[in-house]
């Protein structure tokens, strides 16, 4: 049931927003260099990694690192890079992970390959077992404000009350705090 949602809904979704990505894939192109889309290596079910896409935000030079490692995260954004995340738009294209059966609408936010401290913490708990999310608990529950260990705690409750109701309301949930920017620190 979980796997038809995530298709039907990522398939109406991105045709709504087809246009708006359109513009926003334009707009990273015109005002740096590179491409469009960063794929990410990432961790997803039963630890296993694949690439996701996202617009990039970040200038093509920048170390392949969470975020928040980096010394100064506003050094290496590109000029619409802040905008593209305080609204949540870099992760359009996100949608083909979802349609590639890569990751799922709700769940656990994908760690980065070398987030081993994130990718242990989870497999600990049993998290590594869920598919990775567009959104998930954690996200509507503080996102960037959160320890990791707070993330995994959270995606651990996620992973025992999981159901399509709980999904249906982290993603409205996730609907009004991403228009409210809440949660972004970078």
Do not use: C
């Amino acid at each position: 049931m979980k796997r038809l949602f995530d298709i039907a809904a990522a398939l109406v979704i991105g045709a709504l927003l087809l246009l708006p990505a359109l513009m926003v894939a334009a707009a990273v192109r015109l005002t740096s260099r590179g491409p469009a889309l960063y794929w990410s290596r990432r961790v997803g079910a039963e630890n296993v990694t694949f690439v996701m896409p996202k617009f990039r935000t970040m200038r093509i030079d920048t170390p392949a690192v969470a975020t928040h490692l980096l010394a100064d995260p506003n050094a290496f954004l590109t000029p619409i890079g802040g905008f593209l995340r305080r609204t949540s738009l870099d992760e359009i294209p996100q949608l083909l992970s979802i349609l590639a059966g890569h990751m799922s609408f709700v769940g656990p936010r994908p760690a980065l390959f070398n987030q081993d401290d994130l990718i242990a913490l989870r497999t600990e708990a049993g998290v590594h077992h869920l598919k990775p999310g567009l959104t998930g608990l954690a996200q509507v529950s503080g996102r960037d404000l959160l320890t990791i260990e707070e993330k995994v705690a959270m995606d651990a409750a996620y992973l025992r009350k999981a159901s399509l109701a709980l999904d249906l309301k982290i993603i409205a949930t996730t609907a009004v705090k991403v228009l409210g920017r809440e949660g972004v620190s970078h």
